[in-house]
């Protein structure tokens, strides 16, 4: 089973952690049948390096919500755990084997900038079933959200140059490595080396080949003539097994077919631009230069300030592990909870460095001129406010309200979106704030939420 398969193909009731079912089934055994809104968001930007996070993982989101269900096998799995020793949960084995989520889900688009507080998604449903989703959402919009940041600077840094995804071998696993390819075109990318994400997404494919090719001949251009042999209208020659400037001169002097040429080691900028000096000189100007080597967005961007001749990118492992930050740390926190009767209740949590902002929000994002001037995060029910709603109904009744947009699509409104931030926001080494602020409404209904718990524990 793949995390791309189609809702009604979905096995995905045990990938939670425990402690969700066991809350849900104390929910079942203590009667709780409130509506509860939770919301996921991150707290910070981090490190201090990044100025906004790009939301990503929602279609994803969608199809595990409309497929939850519990089959058979998986509640005889439950019944066997120690946790479900001592009390008898038959009630709620049955309560899981018709579970269907019947929830609400309001979210931002794909491909949009968020900032810390904001809502990436918003689920309203039966206390139970919002519960029991919390960790699969956290993990896959955590995981795209953060790969889909990181290629989106990656982008910034190639200044409108291609770059691929190339991080499959390095990822966490194959499934991480597929999401990682989705999410990184979101970002930017054009594409990836991983088949399975092509075949499943839609995604170009790229590869070129590794230097076990070059080595299994005893001559490295009778490896580059049997290559371009068996791939005559897509040869790129990686060119670095032995010495990088050497094997240019020969591609020109012996005319050897290819469209493009590899660097994967050494000082790539000044390769590159004494490569291509090479390749203009001997008539081979159509020919493309690709770097590729632990490349970052760091690199790269010393690489276009040093005046590098890359045409293409290959971005690999610390693109699809985000490797200077490899975890993004948005959480899932109750906001508020309706009662059968129609009474509202807003939970907060008080600690120092987790207190919670209760209610169901909003978002508005303000333009001035050209750009993004600034954002209010608001209670769902103001009116009046300036700016763009971000959150929008997605599900409802536990089924989509619409088609999920083509991936080309979302690609598109990232780097749209993006090039609206202000400049100081894009910085890649010191980013400036952009402006996050609370609306009135919001903060009074936070304080008077904290004088309520207040004069309840006392």
Known sequence: MSVFDPPAARRDALRTDLYQ????????????????TFELFTRRLRPARR?????AGLEQALDYLEGLRFRGEDIDFLRRLPAFEGADHEDFFARLAALRFEGEVWAVPEGTPVFPWEPLLRVSAPAL????????????????????????????????????????RRAHGP????????????????????????????????????????????????AFRRYAEAFPQNTTLLIDTYDTVAAA???????????????????????????????????????????????NEDKIDAMERAGCAVDIYGVGTELVTSKDWPALGGVYKLV???????????????????????????????????????????????????????????????????????????????????????????NLAEPAEYPVVRSEALVALAERAYEELRHDAR
């Open 21 to 36: 079912l066991t809350m849900a089934a104390a929910y079942h055994r203590a009667g709780l049948t409130h509506t509860a």
């Open 51 to 55: 100025g906004y996070w790009i939301a």
């Open 129 to 168: 079933q919002a519960q029991i989703v919390e960790t699969y959402l956290l993990s896959l919009i955590n995981f795209q959200t953060l790969i889909a940041s990181k290629a989106a600077r990656v982008a910034q840094a190639t200044r409108g140059k291609p770059f691929v995804d190339f991080g499959t």
């Open 175 to 222: 499934e991480a490595a597929e999401l990682a390819a989705r999410a990184a075109y979101v970002g930017g990318a054009v594409g990836t080396s991983n088949v399975e994400a092509a075949r499943r997404l839609g995604l170009p494919a790229y590869g070129t080949f590794a230097h076990s090719w070059v080595m299994s001949f005893d001559d490295e251009d009778e």
């Open 249 to 295: 001169r020969r591609i020109v002097e012996r005319d050897l077919p290819c469209q493009a040429v590899r660097l994967d080691s050494g000082d790539l900028a000044a390769l590159s631009r004494e490569v291509r000096r090479i390749l203009d000189e001997g008539g081979r100007s159509e020919v493309k230069i690709v770097a590729s080597s632990d490349l």
């Open 336 to 426: 508020e909870q309706r009662g059968p009767d129609g009474g509202v209740r807003y939970p907060i949590k008080l600690s120092s460095s987790k207190r919670s902002w209760p209610g169901r929000k909003q978002v508005y994002r303000r333009s001035q001129g050209a750009l993004y001037a600034g954002d209010l995060i608001a209670l769902a029910d103001e009116e009046g406010h300036p700016g763009a709603p971000l959150l929008e109904k997605v599900l409802e009744g536990g089924r989509r309200l619409r088609p999920s947009p083509p991936l080309p699509e979302v690609r598109e409104r990232c780097l749209a979106e993006v090039a609206r931030l202000p400049e100081g926001v894009r």
